[in-house]
């Protein structure tokens, strides 16, 4: 049994969610509602995706695990890429009165958020804060 821990990536999926709540609500306040939505959808698509890979590449840790870290790692970005592309698609067929440059731009900020925020968690491979 390993004593390593892992990351607390939990932190970069509320971060890319409280900063897509943010832009919907500042899209609602200076533009309009379907502006507003458009960016939620966009957010969304950015952080659902993230979420499902979080939960599959922290599954298994340790030197004995190392196959099965890689093919969740694997598993995890395949299903996240998969799943990315299955709700812009369905955004774009479904939703009528989409603006498509706020889905984008929703899409494109919260994606940023979860790069730089997965820089700035502090990680200890032996649990331990430094």
């Known amino acids: 049994m390993s004593n390593l821990k892992a990351p607390p990536v939990y932190k970069v999926i509320v ?3 409280a900063v897509t709540s943010f832009v919907a ?4 306040i200076f533009s309009n509602t379907t502006t507003a939505y ?4 966009g957010g969304l698509i950015s952080a ?6 979080a939960l599959h590449a922290f599954r298994y840790q340790g030197a004995r695990s190392a196959e ?4 969740s790692f694997m598993k995890g970005e395949l299903g996240k890429i998969l799943i990315t592309l299955v709700l812009f698609a369905l955004s774009f067929a479904l939703i009528t009165n989409l603006n498509e440059i706020a889905l984008i731009l929703g899409f494109v900020i919260t994606h940023f958020v979860g790069v730089m925020m997965s820089g700035f968690i502090n990680f200890s491979p032996s649990g331990n804060k430094t």
């Open 38 to 41: 458009s960016a939620l959808l």
């Open 25 to 28: 609500a500042i899209s609602l």
């Open 48 to 53: 659902l995706p993230n979420s499902y890979f």
């Open 68 to 71: 099965k870290v890689v093919k």
């Open 15 to 17: 971060a890319q969610l």
